[in-house]
C-alpha cells in the first residue's frame, strides 16, 4: 500500500472483503513508516493482524530497493579490496547524505504529518547506516542481516537535542497541501 499508514486499516479491509484469491496465497505490501511511533505501530499491526496473517503481511522500506543501496552488501563483504579496509581504523567517519532537488509536490500534507525525520531519517537512512557500520553476516539470509543491524543500532548513542539542526525549506509553505503555519521540519542533521 502506497498510502498513508492513517488509510491502512480502511483499504487494507476493503482489500479483505473485495480482493482476495479463494486460492493461492495473498500478500499485502505496506510501506514504511509504518506509523508515527511504537504505539501508532503497534496499532495498525493489531488491526492489520486481525484481517491478515502475519505471512501475508510484508512491510518494505522501498528505498532498499535501490540499486546503489541493495550494492552495498556485495560491496562491503564479496570485494576483497574493500573487506579488509572497511573498519574503523581506516575510516575516520561517514556522513550518509540524503539530498533532492525538488519539493514536496503536492505531498505536502503527507509530508507535513511525517516530517524529515520520521519518513527519511529513522527508516531509509537508518537502514543505509545498518548497512554501512554492521559487521559481516554469517551469511546473506534476512535473518542474519537482521541481526547485524540490530547489533548497530543497539551501538547507537542516545541523540542529544543540541546536536540537532532543523530547518525547512524556503518555498515549503507555497505547496497548496502543506497546512499554513507549518512548522515540520524539512532538514535535519
Not at 479491509?13 to 513508516?33: L, S, T, Y
Not at 531519517?121 to 542481516?145: G, R, Y
Not at 505547496?175 to 515540520?184: A, C, E, F, L, M
Request: aromatic content about 10%.
Amino acid at each position: 500500500l502506497a498510502l498513508p499508514p492513517s488509510v491502512y486499516p480502511i483499504v487494507s479491509a476493503m482489500i479483505k472483503k473485495c480482493c482476495m484469491n479463494k486460492r493461492g496465497w495473498n500478500r499485502v505490501v505496506v510501506e514504511k513508516p509504518f506509523g508515527k511511533d511504537l504505539a501508532s505501530s503497534d496499532e495498525l499491526s493489531n488491526q492489520l493482524g486481525q484481517l491478515f496473517t502475519e505471512d501475508e503481511i510484508y512491510r518494505i522500506d522501498h528505498y532498499l530497493g535501490k540499486e546503489v543501496v541493495q550494492n552495498l552488501l556485495v560491496m562491503r563483504f564479496a570485494n576483497r579490496f574493500f573487506l579488509p579496509l572497511w573498519n574503523r581504523d581506516n575510516i575516520d567517519n561517514v556522513q550518509i547524505v540524503f539530498k533532492e532537488d525538488f519539493g514536496t509536490e503536492g505531498r505536502g500534507g503527507y509530508f507535513d504529518e511525517y516530517g524529515i525525520i520520521r519518513d527519511i531519517i529513522q527508516n531509509h537512512l537508518l537502514q543505509v547506516l545498518c548497512l554501512v557500520a554492521m559487521e559481516k553476516p554469517v551469511s546473506l539470509s534476512p535473518e542474519d542481516i537482521r541481526d547485524e543491524k540490530v547489533k548497530v543500532l543497539k551501538a547507537i548513542q542516545r541523540i542529544k537535542d543540541d546536536e540537532v539542526v532543523l530547518g525547512q525549506y524556503d518555498g515549503y509553505l507555497d505547496d497548496p497541501t502543506v497546512p499554513k503555519g507549518s512548522n515540520t521540519p524539512t532538514f535535519a542533521t
